[in-house]
């Protein structure tokens, strides 16, 4: 949903059925699906399976259960399927420079970090702390609560309220990232895409300045710059 409001067509692919997806949905699994029709999208976002890193299965990694840790093979797709990607996942997954996301980014009263690997310019972000948790055993979660959406939670219609998502059950709210996350990666994403197809408009940029990672939005206000002086000059 968060890219869909970033302006994106969304396509989402699993390997299980989702009935409550909103947008087009491709039962299929997501790297034999990538490698056959990614070239199809201008961007793509993975959300690998977390078990092999997260908090509440180490207990389970702990007792000898084998979880396959799929980042790097992820990775490794995206990088060859050539087109801007996202991979999400948990604290603990092995994601390079990934830019850290939380509910109270958001002003959310939902405690969910996540982190995000991008293969395009983020802006630094520093992270305000979560909500305080308000979590007691045994307690329902009330309104005003700050949620931590895991396991057989209470109250699943305010946790859907808070989180921005109001058509999930509560076994899908446990797995989902908050929309106003994607949302607003969606937005540097479609200014990416922007900047490099206004870059595609002048051939006159020599190639090297396309092999070298740089903050493309300086260089296009270098450039409009220079223009300016240039038509300047011409007029002089």
């Known amino acids: 949903m968060g890219y869909h409001r970033a302006g994106f067509d969304v396509t989402g692919v699993d390997i299980e059925p989702q009935p409550h997806y909103p947008f087009a949905f491709v039962q299929s699994d997501a790297l034999d699906y990538l490698s056959t029709h990614g070239h199809i999208f201008d961007a793509v976002h993975t959300s690998p399976p977390c078990q092999a890193y997260s908090i509440a299965n180490q207990q389970w990694r702990k007792a000898g259960k084998d979880y396959p840790d799929m980042v790097e093979p992820t990775r490794q797709a995206l990088k060859a399927n050539g087109k801007p990607y996202i991979i999400e996942n948990v604290p603990g997954a092995p994601l390079i420079n990934p830019i850290v996301l939380n509910g109270g980014i958001f002003s959310l009263k939902v405690r969910r970090v996540r982190l995000f690997e991008c293969s395009f310019y983020l802006p630094f972000i520093l992270l305000p702390n979560d909500a305080?948790?308000?979590?007691?055993?045994?307690?329902?979660?009330?309104?005003?609560?700050?949620?931590?959406?895991?396991?057989?939670?209470?109250?699943?219609p305010y946790a859907r309220k808070e989180m921005r998502i109001d058509?999930?059950?509560?076994?899908?709210?446990?797995?989902?990232?908050?929309?106003?996350?994607?949302?607003?990666?969606?937005?540097?994403?479609?200014?990416?895409?922007?900047?490099?197809?206004?870059?595609?408009?002048?051939?006159?940029?020599?190639?090297?300045?396309?092999?070298?990672?740089?903050?493309?939005?300086?260089?296009?206000?270098?450039?409009?710059?220079t223009l300016a002086e240039f038509h300047g000059l011409a007029r002089g």
Not at 132 to 156: W, Y
Not at 193 to 222: A, C, G, H, M, Y
């Open 132 to 156: 305080p948790s308000t979590f007691r055993m045994g307690r329902p979660i009330k309104e005003g609560d700050a949620i931590t959406p895991v396991g057989h939670f209470s109250n699943v």
């Open 167 to 225: 058509w999930m059950t509560r076994a899908e709210l446990t797995q989902a990232i908050p929309p106003p996350y994607t949302e607003w990666i969606g937005k540097q994403l479609m200014n990416h895409l922007k900047d490099n197809q206004l870059l595609d408009t002048f051939p006159i940029i020599p190639e090297i300045f396309r092999s070298v990672q740089i903050n493309k939005k300086n260089l296009l206000t270098q450039l409009s710059n």
